[in-house]
């Protein structure tokens, strides 16, 4: 079992940055792929990013590729998602998840989700 709580979420201006941080609980955080999506209003969850539980790999979606990076702290059980060079279609609440499956794109391998952060980009 693992329980997720992100933050880091705010408004900015487009071509702005946030740093978003999904601290874990459980002595076995090492061992799950971890992984961010997004959900904007009206529009189904996306996979964002994702990483191994090793950080040696990582996934992308191709809207975010270049702008965003994501990164994994065993030693502090957190995760994080640098956002640069934010547009306004980067608008949505964004979430992390953890899959005991390994690392995968697909949102219904993730067993375990936090509430979310709302990242509003402003025009």
């Known amino acids: 079992q693992v329980q997720l709580v992100e933050s880091g979420g705010g408004l900015v201006q487009a071509g702005g940055s946030l740093r978003l941080s999904c601290a874990a609980s459980?002595?076995?955080?090492?061992?799950?792929?971890m992984a961010w999506f997004r959900q904007a209003p009206g529009k189904e969850r996306e996979f964002v990013a994702g990483?191994?539980?090793?950080?040696?790999?990582?996934y992308y979606a191709d809207s975010v590729t270049g702008r965003f990076t994501i990164s994994r702290d065993n030693a502090k059980n957190t995760v994080y998602l640098l956002l640069n060079s934010l547009k306004p279609e980067d608008t949505a609440v964004y979430y992390c998840?953890?899959?005991?499956?390994?690392?995968?794109?697909?949102?219904?391998?993730?067993?375990?989700w936090g509430q979310g952060t709302q990242v509003t980009v402003s025009s």
């Open positions: 998840a953890a899959s005991s499956k390994g690392l995968t794109t697909w949102r219904h391998e993730y067993g375990f």
């Open positions: 459980g002595r076995t955080f090492s061992s799950y792929a």
């Open positions: 990483i191994n539980w090793t950080g040696g790999r990582k």
